[in-house]
């Protein structure tokens, strides 16, 4: 398998949710790419899978969800393969035993979770609970621990760095929370930090802090980010590649500029259209995305998205499951209208161009 600079790609993942009342396919054939360095953001409504792809990917679910399929290719830590010359390794995810994982979640790839007060244990102290990450993945003592967490504590912006190491979950403000989550997913220096919503909880301020913070350190560590959020802005800020997500299938992907200027899914053009913007007249309504998203236990068939599309073709939308098709630009789309059966080119009404 040919890595290259990527460093996870998620093929045809499904991670399915077994209740008594039916089979929820929170996520149902995902494919993703990220490469060193660069920022993925995901986008899409609540409810399409985003936060459970990402918790997928670091193995982190538990039943009743389950993952029934897919890859979930990740570099596994030099020297922990066999490899004799010390190169990293691919591994699947999916497939490899308990150990593995362990050695790639927290070393080889991070995650800052959506709501830090309640992701963080509140009976032990901030660095406690950031040493333990490194004392798990590095040869090193509790004193060098200690002093790494320090350290990181005050790159990440707390204050007075050496009296809050021992402060509890409960003593800090939500900011400082989300910057010890960030300090603990750095701890060892992972090729790739998953950020799901991060700013979510966060006034305007902070979450421009935060977002600021995260791109001093992308570019300090090289990592890669793949960004989980819901607001196209800071999408269009922070991100180089996007995808978007609908029902746990990611419906277009590609460059951030190109998609938000010229977007192919008709989804992607009505999330576009509903974003308010500077200079509409006052009393103007804004052109929210029509319907709903479909109860779990009642997903259309065919397209995801029919039930919703200003674009809809009755006899294919509703019966045909479309494929993530490559366009001439690099771009991909998972729709009907671009299968060649529908016109060369073909884009759905409506489609507007945008800047990012």
Known sequence: MATGETILRVKGLKTHIFLEDGVVRAVDGADLEIRRGETLAVVGESGCGKSMMARSILRLVDRPAQIVDGEIWVRRPPGKGGNSDGAAEMVDLVRADRRVVREVRGKRIAMVFQEPMTSLSPMHTIGDQIA????????VTKQAARRRTIELLGRVGIPA???RVDSYPFQLSGGMLQRAMIAMALSCNPELLIADEPT???DVTTQAQILQLLRTLQKEYGMAVMLIT??????????????VMYLGVVVERGDIVSTFRSPLHPYTQALLRSVPKLGLSAGA???PVRGMVPHPYQRPSGCPFHTRCDSFMAGKCDLTVPELLRQDDGREVRCLLYDGTAGAGAVAPGAEGRNA
């Open 161 to 163: 760095p050496k009296v």
């Open 230 to 243: 819901h607001d196209l802005g800071v999408a269009a800020q922070m991100a180089d590649q996007v995808a």
């Open 285 to 287: 309504r804004l052109a």
């Open 200 to 202: 979510t909880a966060l």
């Open 132 to 139: 333990e990450v490194i004392l798990l993945h590095e040869q």
